[in-house]
Protein backbone atom coordinates (compact mmCIF):
# COMPACT_ATOMS: atom_id res chain seq x y z
CA UNK A 1 0.00 0.00 0.00
CA UNK A 2 1.56 3.44 -1.02
CA UNK A 3 0.87 6.41 1.53
CA UNK A 4 -0.02 9.59 -0.40
CA UNK A 5 -0.65 12.43 2.63
CA UNK A 6 -3.82 11.82 4.77
CA UNK A 7 -6.39 9.39 3.92
CA UNK A 8 -6.31 5.78 3.03
CA UNK A 9 -5.07 4.24 -0.10
CA UNK A 10 -6.02 0.64 -1.47
CA UNK A 11 -4.37 -0.53 -5.38
CA UNK A 12 -3.63 3.60 -5.44
CA UNK A 13 -7.24 4.35 -5.03
CA UNK A 14 -7.97 7.17 -2.20
CA UNK A 15 -10.97 5.13 -0.37
CA UNK A 16 -11.34 7.98 2.57
CA UNK A 17 -11.33 11.02 1.88
CA UNK A 18 -10.68 13.81 4.95
CA UNK A 19 -13.39 16.06 6.12
CA UNK A 20 -13.48 19.48 6.80
CA UNK A 21 -16.06 21.50 9.07
CA UNK A 22 -17.56 24.59 7.44
CA UNK A 23 -20.40 27.11 8.94
CA UNK A 24 -23.50 28.16 7.22
CA UNK A 25 -25.32 30.18 8.38
CA UNK A 26 -23.93 29.35 11.84
CA UNK A 27 -24.36 26.40 11.34
CA UNK A 28 -21.65 23.31 11.38
CA UNK A 29 -21.54 20.79 8.82
CA UNK A 30 -19.10 18.11 7.68
CA UNK A 31 -18.05 17.79 4.59
CA UNK A 32 -15.29 15.59 2.43
CA UNK A 33 -11.98 18.22 2.00
CA UNK A 34 -12.37 20.28 -1.29
CA UNK A 35 -16.41 19.57 -1.91
CA UNK A 36 -17.89 22.88 -3.09
CA UNK A 37 -19.22 24.96 -1.13
CA UNK A 38 -22.72 24.71 -2.84
CA UNK A 39 -22.44 20.50 -1.81
CA UNK A 40 -22.17 22.15 1.76
CA UNK A 41 -25.24 24.27 1.14
CA UNK A 42 -27.42 21.40 -0.78
CA UNK A 43 -26.23 18.61 3.17
CA UNK A 44 -27.67 21.01 5.16
CA UNK A 45 -30.68 21.28 2.56
CA UNK A 46 -30.20 25.31 2.59
CA UNK A 47 -31.39 25.61 -0.71
CA UNK A 48 -31.30 29.10 -0.91
CA UNK A 49 -28.11 31.38 -1.98
CA UNK A 50 -29.35 34.64 -1.76
CA UNK A 51 -32.92 36.54 -2.20
CA UNK A 52 -33.57 38.12 -5.32
CA UNK A 53 -34.71 42.14 -5.31
CA UNK A 54 -37.94 40.69 -5.91
CA UNK A 55 -37.86 38.81 -3.00
CA UNK A 56 -37.65 35.08 -4.34
CA UNK A 57 -34.81 32.67 -2.83
CA UNK A 58 -32.34 32.09 -5.49
CA UNK A 59 -30.28 29.08 -5.67
CA UNK A 60 -27.19 27.33 -7.52
CA UNK A 61 -28.31 27.05 -10.99
CA UNK A 62 -25.45 26.50 -13.77
CA UNK A 63 -22.95 24.68 -11.45
CA UNK A 64 -20.22 26.49 -13.47
CA UNK A 65 -19.49 29.95 -12.72
CA UNK A 66 -22.24 31.78 -15.21
CA UNK A 67 -25.54 32.49 -14.00
CA UNK A 68 -24.31 33.90 -10.70
CA UNK A 69 -27.29 32.34 -8.72
CA UNK A 70 -25.07 30.93 -6.50
CA UNK A 71 -23.46 33.82 -4.87
CA UNK A 72 -23.10 33.76 -0.73
CA UNK A 73 -20.47 35.46 1.63
CA UNK A 74 -17.29 33.68 2.17
CA UNK A 75 -15.51 34.45 5.15
CA UNK A 76 -16.45 38.09 5.21
CA UNK A 77 -15.86 38.46 1.38
CA UNK A 78 -19.36 38.76 -0.49
CA UNK A 79 -20.40 37.89 -3.63
CA UNK A 80 -18.17 34.72 -3.71
CA UNK A 81 -19.23 32.02 -6.44
CA UNK A 82 -20.40 28.72 -3.86
CA UNK A 83 -20.27 26.38 -7.38
CA UNK A 84 -16.52 27.52 -7.89
CA UNK A 85 -15.37 27.51 -4.55
CA UNK A 86 -13.93 24.84 -2.56
CA UNK A 87 -14.80 24.11 1.36
CA UNK A 88 -11.67 24.71 3.54
CA UNK A 89 -11.81 23.96 7.03
CA UNK A 90 -13.51 26.69 9.09
CA UNK A 91 -14.96 28.47 6.37
CA UNK A 92 -17.98 30.75 7.15
CA UNK A 93 -20.27 30.65 4.56
CA UNK A 94 -23.67 33.44 5.39
CA UNK A 95 -26.17 32.98 2.92
CA UNK A 96 -29.13 35.49 2.22
CA UNK A 97 -31.38 32.70 3.84
CA UNK A 98 -31.46 34.00 6.83
CA UNK A 99 -31.73 37.50 6.78
S1 LIG B 1 -24.43 28.02 -10.04
FE1 LIG B 1 -24.27 29.36 -11.69
S2 LIG B 1 -22.61 30.64 -11.16
FE2 LIG B 1 -22.71 29.21 -9.54
Same mark, same amino acid.
Given at each position: ????? &? #? ?7 ? $?????? %?? %??? $??? &??? *? @??? %? ?9 ? /?????? #? #? $? ?5 ? @???? /?? $??? %? ?13 ? /??? #? ?6 ? *??
Amino acid at each position: MRRRG &S #GSWRHGVRT $EIPRVT %VH %VDG $EPV &SVP *A @GAS %VVAALALLDSL /CTRISV #G #G $EPRFALC @GMGQ /CQ $ECR %VCIDGRPHQLACQAA /CRD #GMRIDTGA *AK
